[in-house]
């Protein structure tokens, strides 16, 4: 990488670097098992001059979204944050039935489905033909495509401008930021809002969070950063929330520049605080490498020591950060022999570059392990519930992020 993607400066430094991995998603059949798989350097770097922290775009969203592993609708706290997302912006924005809803990278549906409940017209923009093909046959209105200007203004010509376009953890997925602004434009009227999450740079360094670093998260944003972007697209940050999803995520509330107005309080005090914790100077990126690699020998010394002492360790999840983790640690299964996952897509799978075997969940209680590995960590209050039946046997559950964690559960 020589230039920043989102202002063009050669001013990168280094924050962390993984090593070389596997598309995170990349998921292998059987059959692969044998045959070559390629690698990409894993390399954050910021840039000093607008403060965008980036990986080169060494694969193609094309290869990542074409065929994707991920179907949001299997994370059912994931489902009831949009639900509730989607009541909160229809009393806010006054939605209705002359209203039209846009969400771009829709998935399988996991959100507009609630805008379909309420009777608001709505359009899925979704790169990924099985999940799109999904998210029809729940009955939600789905567009294989990815969004360009070009995109963004055809969908407007032909179904007219969008009074919310929603962009839920997809705007770190795009190589050309820029371009993919100035499509979220041509979706939405004049007068309309977009709302965007995606995880917030401050709260992945503050916790070590470095299993979101991965190939199809081309950037990490603070809202510094996101104002910049943004504005590459006519579009003007008006206010923010903190969500805790995905470890920490900001809510971006934009509009077109013409009608956005001055940014709410929230907006300073985020800046604030972004700048209070360095982010806008090196000094608040220097610490970060060295805490990941504590991460990682923790996580590997707790594996090495519970195989010398006979206990048994499997992992629940295999989620694409997840990914980012074996591979940085070196995981492979004689240290966590299988993995389980509520998507049945995975079964039969196995993990990209460690090949971990990815098997239906039943087959914990059926084994009984003394530990499960969670690789969501981000999902621990959902997944402690789930897993609460391995208090049964004495099992305890795993946490690798933001520090080592063994707790037991309860029913």
Known sequence: MTRCRLCGSTALESVVDLGATPPCESFLAAEQLDAPEPTYPLH????????????????????????YAYFSSYSSSWVEHARVFVADAAARLGLGADSFVVEVASNDGYLLRHVVDRGVRCLGVEPSVNVGAAAREAGVPTLTAFLSPETGAAVRAEHGPADLVVANNVYAHIPDVIGF??????????DGWVSIEVQHLLTLI??????????????????????????????????????????????????????????????????????????????????FSARVAKVRRDLLRFLVDAAEEGKTVVGYGAP?????????????????????????YKHGRYTPGTRIPILPPDRIAADRPDYVLVLPWNLRAELAEQLAYVHEWGGRLVFPIP???IVEVER
Not at 44 to 67: H, Y
Not at 245 to 262: F, I, K
Not at 334 to 344: I, M
Request: glycine share 8%.
């Open 44 to 67: 954050l770097r910021v840039c000093t001059d607008c403060w965008l922290a980036q990986l080169p775009p060494l694969i193609t969203p094309e290869e990542t979204f074409s065929e």
């Open 181 to 190: 602004t100035k499509g979220l434009r041509a979706l939405v009227a004049d």
């Open 206 to 287: 503050e916790e070590n969070q470095y299993d979101t670093i991965y190939h199809e998260h081309f950037q990490y944003y603070t809202v510094a950063s996101a104002i910049r972007a943004l504005a590459s697209g006519g579009l003007a940050l008006v206010d923010v929330e903190l969500l805790p999803t995905h470890g920490g995520s900001l809510r971006l509330w934009a509009r077109p520049e013409e009608a956005a107005g001055e940014p709410s309080r929230r907006v300073a005090d985020v800046l604030a605080r972004e700048k209070a914790a360095g982010l806008q100077e090196l000094s608040g990126y220097t610490e």
């Open 320 to 344: 694409g950060k997840g990914n980012t983790l074996l591979n940085h640690c070196g995981i492979r299964p004689d240290l966590l022999p299988y993995t389980v996952d509520r998507n049945p």
């Open 403 to 405: 520090e080592l964690s």
